[in-house]
């Protein structure tokens, strides 16, 4: 409840400034992929109510006027037909990340581009942090090929300096674009770079946790707080 009524804080603050709001919640790879990791967890997770689940239960019944983004459903169904995640890594790939661009687009009234917009070719990705934890960083055998999904014709546009307070800008030259974006993120949101950027002047990409001196020294149009399952709501 108090996690809510400070987002709701937020949502009237920056509401009075004419300034968009909305909240995300990326799907832990677990959540996703449920049927691989042990049963006595499987167990624990039908019987417990994920800080998730909790969340958007809240919000519906207390009619709250925060807007959560919650993208489960979308990676599930998409889970057998595509890989969405890294093998030996927890984060999502850039097929899990485009998906969620999709949806938060639709969330902030923004017309998403299409899968077909976008060149795909496959590159080696070698252990990930699974890998690392497990001690075999260097070890051949734990590699994949993913997917590197760029724009077709792409505008302008790139990743321009490192701001302040671990701020990282990406600027677009399209002139048709005038609006400036706020992400409060995790590593999670990495990925989301490159497709959210497509649609702004210029996105700010600030790193854990949300701060009204970014707001008042970026000045955005939209503020999202993104975060994947285990880090949401911290």
Known sequence: KAKVKQWETFDSTL?????QFLTAVFPNKSTIHEEKIPYNMRALKRDTPSRTDQFVNYLQA?????????????????????????KFDTHWNEYGAFLAY????????IQPYELSDFDIHYVEFSSGDLGRMAGLCNNRSIQEMIPSINKKNPPKYGRADTEENATICWKNEDPALQKRLVIFKDSYTDLLMKFLSLHFKE???????FNYEAIERLEPDVVLIANVERYFAR
Request: with cysteine; proline share 2%; hydrophobic share 35%.
């Open 203 to 209: 996105a700010y990409f600030v790193g854990w946790g």
């Open 62 to 86: 207390s009619n709250s006027p925060v807007q959560l983004l919650d993208i489960r459903d979308q990676l599930l169904h998409q889970k057998n037909e595509v890989q969405n995640y890294h």
């Open 15 to 19: 509401s009075s400034k004419s300034i």
């Open 102 to 109: 999709r949806e938060l687009c639709k969330a902030m009234g």
